[in-house]
């Protein structure tokens, strides 16, 4: 394969936003101001994903320029960046799209997770770790992620499993261990089906991280992923959940971690609502972990926190001094938007998800209104806008918002397959 070239059969297959590096920028109308018209009920009518946009998703060169908005790319850092990938900085100033497009959503995920291995050499949990976590389960929807990734994972756990047994439980490291086993575990489910053994060693390295309490490390500084041992033990709990057949065939030393485990989230008051919601979440894939009542209190919660527009803010699930150690507080209250936070991808994506999983029906009025956000809210770039808890830039957690997206409409039967 040729470095320096990405090849798409035609102009028609090229996601909007992405732009070979060398060509001319295409011409684009500006997209107009508020939300896309985007019926909900024709997303799933779109063109099938073709077999050259999957192939995309599968590349294993990619050179592509991401050329959008001169307006807000000046002066800012973009927010991906390789030898040969470029993704423009992320803004709450990008324009909305004319029309939800899957190609360029799964165009701006594949770049950015690609990006960040080449750049970084780790896995972090806001970038390829969310990769790996839900990409695998949208395969018949944008293709089979590119092995390159699987490898990068491999590498990673096979780096851990080397590591002195006490520099595991150090720091953040706990929650990695736990995102890379995820990730792995969730290819097994998603792409060959079957449980392999470079998951099993990942998931044993995983299982030797975990504290005493029964929880898994995190720092407490970089909401919402690395702000809470809540949050890396129930990424832990997913884990183990997805990888198939593990669950049913622990030894007993295994057996012990996985109730210890499960003591530790249904004794330990969640940090926050944006806690309750990973909890929901892991108990749909967990047997037994909560009872019907309380995963129905969750419920009502998260359907107590829809906006008017059919979104949902993940500002509105804690308290700013809840957030890990309380050391973003002074950011957030200062933030504009602080006394009405607007509805974000992130958010919207994540209730849509652990709804649906926890069986509330694509029918229903909170379902539907936040369909209809998601597809009239995707950004031109092909991602969906969250601003960032942390800093000012670069936002990165506009990634898993396009992640959580994607995965709720999939999950809602919205996405050609």
């Known amino acids: 394969m040729v470095r320096g070239r990405l090849r798409f059969p035609s102009e028609l297959h090229r996601p909007l936003g992405w732009q070979l590096v060398n060509s001319p920028p295409a011409k684009r109308s500006a997209a107009p101001s508020g939300c896309c018209r985007t019926d909900p009920a024709d997303v ?5 994903v073709n077999e050259q946009m999957k192939m995309f998703n599968r590349v294993e060169c990619i050179a592509v320029l991401l050329v959008l908005f001169p307006a807000i790319a000046a002066g800012a850092d973009p927010q991906y960046k390789s030898e040969a990938i470029e993704i423009v900085a992320a803004s709450a100033d990008e324009p909305v799209r004319n029309a939800f497009s899957l190609d360029a959503a799964a165009a701006y995920l594949e770049g950015g997770a690609t990006a960040w291995n080449e750049t970084h050499g780790c896995v972090t949990c806001h970038t390829n770790g969310s990769y790996m976590q839900i990409a695998p389960s949208l395969t018949a929807v944008i293709g089979k992620p590119s092995a390159a990734h699987r490898e990068f994972f491999v590498q990673q756990a096979a780096d851990f499993q080397a590591a002195a047994a006490d520099a595991l439980k150090q720091g ?24 392999s053994e470079e998951t099993r060693q990942a998931l044993q390295v995983m299982l030797s991280a975990q504290a005493d309490n029964g929880s898994w490390g995190n720092t407490q500084c970089w909401p919402p992923f690395e702000s809470s041992s809540y949050h890396g033990s129930t990424v832990a709990a997913l884990a183990m959940a997805t990888a198939p057949g593990f669950l049913e065939q622990l030894n007993e030393e295994q057996a012990g971690h996985v109730e210890l485990l499960k003591k530790y989230l249904r004794e330990t008051p969640p940090p926050h609502d944006y806690g309750r919601v990973l909890l929901l979440w892991t108990a749909t894939q967990i047997q037994d972990l909560l009872s019907e009542q309380r995963q129905a209190e969750i419920i009502k919660m998260i359907r107590s926190h829809q906006q008017e527009d059919g979104g949902w803010s993940i500002r509105s699930f804690s308290l700013p001094d809840d957030w890990g150690n309380g050391n973003r507080a002074e950011k957030l209250r200062a933030e504009p938007e602080f006394n009405d936070p607007p509805s974000d991808g992130h958010q919207t994506g994540l209730a849509v998800m652990v709804l ?62």
Do not use: M
């Open 44 to 48: 799933s009518k779109q063109e099938p």
């Open 356 to 417: 649906r999983e926890a069986g509330v029906a694509v029918e229903d009025p909170a379902i539907q209104n936040a369909i209809d956000w998601i597809t009239s809210n995707q950004r031109e770039s092909g991602r969906w806008w969250t601003r960032s808890l942390n800093t000012d830039g670069p936002h990165f957690i506009t990634y898993s918002s396009t992640l959580y997206a994607l995965a709720a409409l999939h999950k809602c039967g919205k996405l050609a397959e």
């Open 172 to 195: 953040v490291k706990p929650t990695q261990i736990a995102y890379v086993a995820h990730g792995l575990a969730s290819w097994d489910a998603h792409v060959t089906g079957e449980l």
